[in-house]
């Protein structure tokens, strides 16, 4: 009893200071049915800001996303910034069209203001790159773009860039959160009611459309029919204005998706991954007859690509990230692209085995995510397999979903002009460097401790053989290596069968940092003989990864 009594009284105290009508009425229904359980789970601690800044579900307390929340992660990042030696510096600040997603952007507006900081708010929600071109092109000190990107209608998230326009790494993102956890009270933190700037659209958005001239080569080849999803997010404006200024046909935009909507009404996860997502994109594709599919995520970051497949049910199969990645790196080859080409441990190494055919082609990994592929020295390229591609690492350090549809679109116009598709790019990749077969198994959660067991199971017992390739070398990540800071995963490198059918594989294990998820990354490489070759290939491949999962699913218990 005495528990449940210093739990309403701290829910109260809560209470009393919230900002948001909303969440106060909500979390005033709760207090009011006594739903002690529940409050519990809201005031269990408080969300962890970190290397992905903020991300969770909506709702009233420390432990939901909220403007009570924001506003303390906002004071804390001002107060950072102060004691970096940028007060009077500019901080902008983007968001998507998600709920409480401008909410969230204006209390950071006024936040920045009253820290005696300058604020440039976008005029309304737009793409993830387009703030994180602003940051570089407004020479800022921070940017905050308010987007729990892919994830499910109930989230949202804060996402923190530095004034180099790249995500916040250690050991800034645990200072920026000791200056949170630093903030007592919201009276405590000064939010005037104006003092901020709010951009132009013709002014940013045309800035952002002018660079991404620079991701193109002039007179190239342009004649490329799209379809093209947004997944109810911001992508629509922003992209087809570059395809059409750059000269593309006006991509067909699917009708039911088009419009920005926080409840994603026609997908389950808005992430063009998840299984039924691209469902309405190839229904549209089957009418207009387009030589490619493209997808954003919601806010713009991650690029999907999908190719006629007439062995496919649904007649389109999507392309991996992976196999994206490898094309987007042997196009920048084709246009003598010079600097250093970049993924990431999780992504399929054939990336290596292009840079190390085109001479002159500096190659490198890093851990997961672009916080760190941005901040690679002598950068020209980086991609990773969920999707995201830095095509120009000058104008956007970041990935950048409509820059890459742009330069998926020029490659898939210059094989038209030839005769020739993706699919056939891919298969001459293949028969040079070797089938790099990737896949996932990834595992959705309630009870985030089943995530600990699996890694605690696997560093304690780890598997000898899987599909029958012995384990040569088996790192715990946590430890860190020469080239790499430490991070929860595990790295699996396996042999080559006895029989030369397969060279080699790899598995990659790590817990999710921005979901409820375990994910294991495989690969599989089998060498090509020729073109004829392939199907065999792809079916020995496809044999092994599917006899890989089983037996990691097994060993970690999942």
């Not at 004691?83 to 909410?103: L, M, N």
């Not at 203001?113 to 994180?132: C, E, R, W």
């Not at 404006?237 to 935009?253: K, S």
């Amino acid at each position: 009893m005495e528990r449940d009594d210093a739990l309403i009284a701290q829910a109260k105290s809560w209470l009393a200071e919230d900002p948001d009508p909303d969440t106060r009425e909500e979390l005033a229904r709760l207090i009011d049915a006594g739903d002690t359980a529940e409050i519990a789970a809201r005031f269990a601690g408080t969300l962890q800001f970190g290397t992905a800044g903020l991300r969770g579900e909506l709702g009233a307390g420390p432990m939901r996303m909220n403007r009570s929340v924001v506003i303390r992660a906002a004071a804390g990042l001002a107060a950072y910034l102060r004691k970096q030696g940028h007060t009077g510096g500019t901080v902008v600040i983007g968001y998507d069209a998600r709920y409480k997603s401008a909410d969230f952007a204006l209390d950071t507006a006024a936040v920045m203001v009253g820290a005696g900081l300058k604020a440039a708010l976008l005029p309304k929600p737009l793409p993830t790159p387009v703030l994180a071109f602003a940051i570089r092109h407004l020479g800022a000190v921070a940017g905050i773009e308010v987007t729990a990107s892919h994830n499910p209608p109930r989230d949202n998230g804060y996402k923190v860039y530095l004034g180099d326009g790249s995500q916040i790494v250690p050991p800034a993102d645990a200072e920026i959160a000791a200056e949170i956890a630093a903030v007592r009270s919201l009276d405590d933190v000064p939010r005037p009611s104006a003092g901020w700037e709010t951009l132009r659209y013709e002014n940013i958005v045309g800035a952002y459309l002018e660079r991404t001239d620079a991701v193109l080569t002039g007179g190239s080849a342009r004649d490329v029919r799209v379809v093209y999803t947004p997944m109810h997010g911001v992508g629509r404006d922003v992209l087809t204005a570059a395809f059409e200024r750059a000269g593309f046909p006006t991509p067909t935009v699917v009708a039911a998706q088009a419009e920005p909507d926080p409840d994603f009404p026609t997908v389950v996860f808005p992430n063009p991954e998840e299984p039924g997502a691209m469902d309405l994109a190839f229904a549209t594709a089957r009418e207009a007859q387009p030589d490619i599919i493209i997808a954003n995520d919601p806010d713009a970051d991650r690029c999907a690509v999908a190719v006629p497949d007439a062995d496919s049910v649904e007649g389109w199969r999507m392309l991996r990230g992976d196999e994206v990645g490898a094309l987007l790196a042997t196009h920048l080859v084709h246009k003598s692209a010079r600097g250093t080409f970049t993924t990431t441990i999780v992504s399929s190494s054939l990336l290596s085995r292009i840079a190390a055919a085109s001479t002159g082609t500096p190659y490198t990994e890093t851990l997961t995510g672009f916080k760190w592929l941005a901040r690679v020295d002598g950068l020209r390229y980086a991609y990773e397999e969920a999707l995201g591609y830095c095509v120009d690492p000058e104008g956007v350090r970041d990935k950048d979903g409509i820059t890459a549809a742009l330069l998926v679109a020029e490659l898939a116009a210059e094989l038209k002009e030839s005769g020739r598709t993706l699919t056939d790019l891919l298969d001459d990749l293949a028969v040079e460097h070797g089938l790099h077969a990737t896949d996932q198994l990834s595992v959705r959660v309630q009870d985030l401790s089943l995530i600990a067991d699996a890694m605690r199971r696997l560093r304690e017992q780890p598997p000898a053989v899987l599909a029958g390739l012995h384990v040569t070398s088996a790192e715990d990540l946590a430890k860190g290596t020469e080239s790499l800071p430490p991070t929860d995963g595990l790295r699996y490198h396996l042999a080559g069968d006895e029989s030369g059918a397969v060279s080699a594989a790899r598995v990659i294990v790590r817990p999710s940092g921005t979901e409820p998820k375990i994910k294991c990354y495989l690969e599989v490489v089998v060498p090509v003989a020729d073109a004829a070759a392939l199907a065999g290939a792809r079916a020995k491949a496809s044999a092994v990864l599917t006899e890989i999962k089983a037996d990691l699913s097994k060993a970690a218990g999942i």
